[in-house]
């Protein structure tokens, strides 16, 4: 199983689990969608996060 972490640019942010729980390919496809990462998203609510909290994307992790 995996898990979706989403990693930001600033060291002052601490990373945190978006979602746990999902195959290799439920991740792979999390993670290419445009929407995951701050230099690729369109929607306002991506926007917003950049530009509260600078850049970041979605990445994922085989859970322990």
């Not at 989403?6 to 195959?23: C, K, M, P, W």
């Not at 993670?31 to 994922?60: H, I, M, N, V, Y």
Request: a positive charge; glycine letters at 6%.
């Amino acid at each position: 199983m995996y898990r979706i972490i989403r990693f930001y640019e600033s060291a002052n942010i601490r990373r945190r689990t978006i979602a746990t729980g999902l195959t290799l390919e439920q991740a792979k496809a999390h993670c290419s969608d445009p929407e995951t990462s701050s230099s690729t998203c369109t929607k306002s609510a991506g926007k917003a996060r950049t530009k509260r909290l600078g850049r970041w994307f979605d990445g994922f992790e085989e859970s322990r």
